[in-house]
Structures are given as structure tokens and as C-alpha cells.
């Protein structure tokens, strides 16, 4: 036969399984399923987060689903594929998905599980952040009114209401995203979640409570079990196993908390936001490259453009798999 030639005769059926072997069989068939659960799961060690076994640089960019309309949403995602990107950020939006209490939306701009189908088709992966404080220059940093007519609440601290309400939340967004099958060990795009948001400076402020909320965040976030891991970001103090990332403009200075967890930049801030009045703020765009660049050079397998809105024939220079 040549070289090229592929076998293509079927192979035999198996014999019957009787008995005792019934019970091997459906032990194999057990053990082969659980093998590929593992091997689907998303882990990570010092160098990159670890998808089905294999490590990548992964660029990112950030877009916010309610920014945009849903018709707008298939375009904005592809010119991201397209310019040379591998994940889509989002946070996920509190006071648009529950803006009464106990009355959610999913609809129309809010439609998060339309969204992340859309980043799925288009062959990306997700990082949700679910916070549910986002910040993301969003009214109330993404907090519903109705919570702070909570009786004896307080934001961000160790306090019993608040954290009622924020784990309700939480888990109810990521209770949906395993319905959905929205999890990459379910064949959906989320590789990673991220519980609070920029917590570490503002611990100082918060006093006493601060801690203990950021221990608790984290515990919580990690007892839902998405299957893959969690970042905090500007928490230098994440407790294990979630990952503490940087935000800035650079961030080639940053190491994480532990040796063996990698070094992730959740935050590349393309730009700054505009005063009422004030100057319109510019950053070079080959300040930019040379900053992302260096943080990679220095042991960095992660990086998110916040925010990226990429018009068609802009290009993200693409970076091979680490090996």
C-alpha cells in the first residue's frame, strides 16, 4: 500500500459483555467520562492559565454587553476575532439585571446569555466578571437602588445584609451559566470569573470589616464551583486559589501573591475617562504596545485591552502558544 493510504475498513463490533464484565464496561465508561470532564476543566499554574491541557498567551479586550445593542453585538465581537483576539471581558451588570428587588431582566442589552452564545459562535472565550460592585464608570458601580434601602446594610464590608444580597446574586448568575452550559468545561467560552472589583486600595478606607469581606468574597466565589478559576483584581491579599491580577497603564512591575499562580493584567487601560470640561485624555498607541509587550517579556500570559472597540482592518498582533 502507499504511503498515503488510510485504512478505512470498519472494525469488528465487540463481542457481547456479559455478567461481571457489564460492570467493568460501565466502569470504563464511567472512568472515560470523568477523564474527559478533567480534561476539559480550566486550571492553571506559575506560567498561564492551562485550557484542555494547553497553554497560551491570551489577548483580551473588554466589551460591555448593555454598551451595545444586541444587533451591534455579532459585528463588535468578530472585529475583535478578527483583530487578533482570543477572550471577550465583560462585567456583568447588577442594577440592569435585577432593577427591582427580586425582578430580574435578561432581555433586549441585558440579554448576557445571547451575548456569551454570540462570543462562543464566534470561536472566542469569555472572562466574567460578575462582581457584583464593577465600578466600570457605571452608575452606582453597577449597584441597584433598592439596595440601599436594605435594612442595617453597608457596601463593601463585612456585613451581614449586604453579603445576603451579593451572594444571592452571584450565585444566580453563575447557576445560570450552568444551565446555559456557558462554562468551558461545558463546551461554552467562560474560562474565568471574577468576584469584587479593585477591593485592595479601598481596604484602608473600609477599616476593620475590609479583610474579613475580602476573605469571605473569595471563599464564596470559590464555593459555587464554576470549574474555573477566579480572579480578584488589585487584591493583593486573594486568598488561595484565586488568582490577584493588575490594573494600570503598566503593569510589567507587578508579581502575583504566590509563585504558582500566573501573571495576569486584567486591565490595560488603552485611556482614561473625560472630566466634565477637562481635556480629552490620549495615550499613545505605541506606548501601549511597548508596555503590553514588556509585561509579557517579563513573565505575563495575559492581557486585557480596557476597553477595545476594534473597527474593521485593525489588527492586535498575534502571539504564539507558550510551550
Known sequence: MGGGHTNTMAAAPPPPVAGGGRVLLAAFLAASLLASAANAAVSYDHRSLLINGRRSILISGSIHYPRSTPEMWPGLIQNAKDGGLDVIQTYVFWNGHEPAQGQYHFADRYDLVRFLKLVKQAGLYAHLRIGPYVCAEWNFGGFPVWL???????????????????????EKIVSMMKSEGLFEWQGGPIIMAQVENEFGPMESVVGSGAKPYANWAAKMA????????WVMCKQDDAPDPVINTCNGFYCDYFTPNKKYKPTMWTEAWTGWFTKFGGAVPHRPVEDLAFAVARFIQKGGSFVNYYMVRISEGMLVTPVLPLQ
Open 148 to 170: 440601599k434601602y436594605v435594612p442595617g446594610i453597608k457596601f463593601r464590608t463585612d456585613n451581614g445584609p449586604f453579603k445576603a444580597a451579593m451572594q444571592k446574586f452571584v
Open 222 to 229: 470559590d464555593g459555587t464551583n464554576t470549574g474555573v478559576p
